[in-house]
């Protein structure tokens, strides 16, 4: 397999990667912005109503049938460290040892993230 030493360029590479992507998305979105809004005007009314009628009802199941409150798993501290530091420092990794702003060590994972 990987060693983590081999996969470190991957994980700084990774951020700016992403965001070329959702660049890439908007500019596609726009550009075909017409042939999406013809493909939306050839739905008739009748499945515009089922459809609102479904989503209202799946809200309505959400809002009064499913309890609230919030499931933290066992990992989601390690996922916000994760996402602290791809915004912070442009890195993809959880930060172990930090001095101050800055991040001395990081371990990376030895699978890429999806």
């Not at 996402?83 to 702003?101: K, M, P, R, V």
Request: proline share 4%.
């Amino acid at each position: 397999m990987f060693e983590v030493d081999q996969l470190e360029p991957f994980y700084t590479f990774l951020p700016a990667f992403m965001k070329m992507l959702f660049l890439l998305l908007i500019v596609l979105l726009i550009h075909s912005r017409k042939t999406v809004w013809n493909s939306f005007r050839e739905i008739n009314k009748k499945t515009w109503l089922l459809l609102f009628l479904i989503i209202l009802f799946a809200l309505l199941l959400r809002f009064f049938w499913v309890p609230h409150g919030q499931i933290v798993f066992y990992d989601g501290f390690n996922w916000v460290s994760q996402a602290l530091s791809i915004q912070e420092h442009n890195i993809y990794g959880l930060c172990e040892f930090t001095s101050g702003d800055s991040c001395l060590h990081y371990s990376f994972h030895t699978w890429p993230p999806a």
